[in-house]
Structures are given as structure tokens and as C-alpha cells.
């Protein structure tokens, strides 16, 4: 019943900004927190921002703070993830999650997923 559908990946220079959207579709949209994970070849899946359900309280990953924002508009029911001063180790593909109300780190805990878009930074 819900999708998440991910845009706004490609290639970027060092230094350089993205911005990143999902767009949600299903029910209740607007009551469930949110999420962005990234992969890069041959390594885990990690934690890169999330959002609580009503958007009053973000978190972020040590690797990202300071350098990307995460955010969402309930009317448009799309979640973003501002992303300024790439580097060349942010290069993943970027997964949009939505769980509960909570926001998490634990991907586990989500229980949609995108199928992803890569973001390719080089240097």
C-alpha cells in the first residue's frame, strides 16, 4: 500500500550540493517518521539522517552533520535530504525509509524502503 519513490541522484563534483527527494504514497503519510540509509559498493548498509513523524526532531549521522539536512513537507508528502560539501566517501546509493512515529537509526526498524538513487561524487 505505501511506496516511496526516490529522485535527485547523479553526478557531482567534490565540494558540490544535491538535493534528494522521496515522494510517499498510502495511507497516513504524514503520521510516520522517515529516513534516508546509504550503501556503498561492497560495504553495510549505514545510517544517514531521520526524521520524526511530524518533523519535530531530526537526527543525523556523525559522517553527515553539519553538511546535510534532512526535512519534509506533509502536503506534498515528500521527505528530503539536502546534501552540501560532498566528498568523494559520500558516493552510495541513498535509500528512503518510513517507519513509526519514532525516528531511528536501526534500519530494522523501518518498515518501507525505496528502491534507492545513486549519488556519485568525484574529485
Known amino acids: 500500500q505505501v511506496q516511496l519513490v526516490e529522485s535527485g541522484g547523479g553526478l557531482v563534483q567534490a565540494g558540490g550540493s544535491l538535493r534528494l527527494s522521496c515522494a510517499a504514497s498510502?495511507?497516513?503519510?504524514?503520521?510516520?517518521?522517515m529516513g534516508w540509509f546509504r550503501q556503498a559498493p561492497g560495504k553495510e548498509r549505514e545510517f544517514v539522517a531521520a526524521i520524526s513523524w511530524n518533523g519535530g526532531s531530526t537526527y543525523y549521522a556523525d559522517s553527515v552533520k553539519g553538511r546535510f539536512t534532512i526535512s519534509r513537507e506533509h502536503a506534498k508528502n515528500t521527505v528530503y535530504l539536502q546534501m552540501n560539501s560532498l566528498k568523494p566517501e559520500d558516493t552510495a546509493v541513498y535509500s528512503c525509509?518510513?517507519?513509526?512515529?519514532?525516528?531511528?537509526?536501526?534500519?530494522?526498524?523501518?518498515?518501507?524502503w525505496g528502491q534507492g538513487t545513486q549519488v556519485t561524487v568525484s574529485s
Open positions: 498510502g495511507r497516513t503519510f504524514s503520521s510516520y517518521a
Open positions: 525509509a518510513l517507519g513509526g512515529r519514532r525516528a531511528t537509526t536501526i534500519s530494522d526498524e523501518y518498515d518501507y
